[in-house]
């Protein structure tokens, strides 16, 4: 389909000359283009050809801000720029038919380029991460277009996490920052985040799309003291005047310290996390880190039959 731009024989007839642009009878378009329709990136050299098949019109040419022609008599002109820049370019072939009349079409060209810089940001933040919090990440994308064939893609490690598309119609560069709510836990200490942006132009767009991935980011999250209950479980009999020795360890980031209390509230310390118990009553083994402080309390109890019981 082609615009009728102007029409002698239709002046002073609007309605009718609706009727003959929009209606079945309209006749074929006599203007062809090859290739019909082009992705370009920013820069790069385009070539097309505008041909016609009529054989009774008085010239045609290219109306663009770029490599535009004259009127020309001839059956083909060529729109040639050796490199596209301008992002709103609308080339237009048209030809001037004997009856005064002008035709045109527009050629659809989309330009695109990658981004200039991509990194990933924490928002609001800097340092180690606290398990269970949440946090934002960012993605800075500088320089993309056009942003409706733009793909964010969130990963961690290799895991797809999320996809960000984008609904604006601006055929110039963005800047965009899509962002990320993480909440990490502890076996996400050293996972690497990345984004990445990917330019899905359609089937006339290069193949693979091209992409641009930022470095990564790799948090470090602290997480805090978990006491292993497994080593006080046990049933050991303990015998008055013979020690026994309880054990408290915890796995935590960064590294707990270790501390136990005896009855109710007096610190008795060794090193390690191994205390030589001689007495009965309730020991409270407390495990800090900057994160958090986990603690068990065991009682021991002297008999025959010694017994450590577990309170929580
Ligand atoms: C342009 O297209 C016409 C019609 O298909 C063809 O005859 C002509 O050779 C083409 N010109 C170029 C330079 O490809
Ligand atoms: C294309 O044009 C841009 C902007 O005018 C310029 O920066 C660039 O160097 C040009 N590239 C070529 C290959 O001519
Ligand atoms: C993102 O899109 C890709 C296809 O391009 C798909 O494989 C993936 O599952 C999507 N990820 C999410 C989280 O939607
Ligand atoms: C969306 O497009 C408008 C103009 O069309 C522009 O002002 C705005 O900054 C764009 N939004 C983003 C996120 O780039
Ligand atoms: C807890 O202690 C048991 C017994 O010594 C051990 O097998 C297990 O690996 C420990 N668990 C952790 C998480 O360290
Ligand atoms: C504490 O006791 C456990 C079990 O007997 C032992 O494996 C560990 O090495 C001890 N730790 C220290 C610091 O003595
Ligand atoms: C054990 O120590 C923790 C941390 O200091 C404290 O909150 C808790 O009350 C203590 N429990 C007992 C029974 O002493
Ligand atoms: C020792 O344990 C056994 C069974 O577990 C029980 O029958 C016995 O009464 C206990 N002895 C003492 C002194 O508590």
Redesign the pocket.
Known sequence: MCEIIFSRIFLGFPVLLLWMAGGPTHAACPIELNPPRLVVRYGDAVSVNCSTSSTDHEGMGWEATFGGTGLEEVNFVIWNVENLTDWTIQPKCYITTKDGGQRSKLFPVVLYKTPDSMSISVLSHSGPMVEGREYQLQCNIQSIAPLRNLVVKWYKGNEPLDNVTYSNASKTPEDVSPTLMIIPSKDDDGAQYKCRAELDLGPEGPQPHPTVTSEPLTVTVHYKPRI?V??LTERIPVFRGYPEELVC?A?GYPQPRIQWHYDPAKPVSEAGGNLTVFEAGLYNCTATNDVDTSFIVVEVVLNGNGTFIKLY
């Open positions: 292993n497994s080593r360890e796995e």
